[in-house]
């Protein structure tokens, strides 16, 4: 065969092929409108399944390393009753944040604060009456006092 009549039978048996797909694309499009669809009774019971339970034994033997061990069956341990250990709560003063005053020539604010009515200054970082001021700012302050931590809002 020459090429001549090779390249003629591709291209009939390639126009052959498209022209089925075209058919088929378009005559099912439209034979599928006219199915009809059987609506008949179904029930709305559901399908129930029994299951089947079993107990799983424990393997004393390995089946990959084909070594045997001698398994126990370990049982939850009961809880002793532990004492609660009370911390000591330290007693605090009365304190109410009164407010900062930033200086020209000291570098920590001082903070005014009242403790059992008593108004005292006490810069950031110094100890007065027991207490340790850790954090200052516009609204809030942090206080120690025997390793014991509070915030304080401003009133």
């Given amino acids: 065969m020459n090429k001549r009549t090779l390249n003629i039978i591709?291209?009939?048996?390639l126009t052959v092929i498209w022209s089925l797909i075209i058919y088929k694309f378009f005559v099912v499009r439209k034979d599928s409108s006219n199915v009809t669809?059987?609506?008949?009774?179904?029930?709305?019971?559901?399908?129930?399944?029994?299951?089947?339970?079993f107990q799983l034994s424990i393997l004393k033997r390995d089946p990959f390393l084909d070594t045997y061990k001698n398994v126990k069956r370990s049982t939850p341990k009961k809880k002793r009753d532990q004492q609660v250990k009370k911390k000591k709560r330290t007693l605090w003063p009365e304190i109410q944040y009164l407010g900062y005053v930033q200086g020209e020539k000291y570098k920590k604010p001082l903070v005014i604060l009242s403790?059992?009515?008593?108004?005292?200054?006490?810069r950031k970082?110094?100890?007065?009456?027991?207490l340790f001021v850790k954090n200052i700012s516009e609204d809030t302050i942090y206080v120690l006092r025997?390793?014991?931590?509070?915030?304080f809002?401003?009133?």
């Fill in 153 to 155: 809002v401003k009133k």
């Fill in 37 to 53: 669809l059987n609506t008949g009774s179904y029930s709305n019971e559901l399908i129930t399944t029994k299951r089947d339970s």
């Fill in 125 to 130: 970082g110094d100890k007065n009456y027991g």
């Fill in 146 to 151: 025997n390793k014991e931590k509070r915030f």
């Fill in 10 to 13: 591709l291209i009939i048996v």
């Fill in 115 to 122: 403790i059992d009515s008593k108004i005292v200054r006490i």
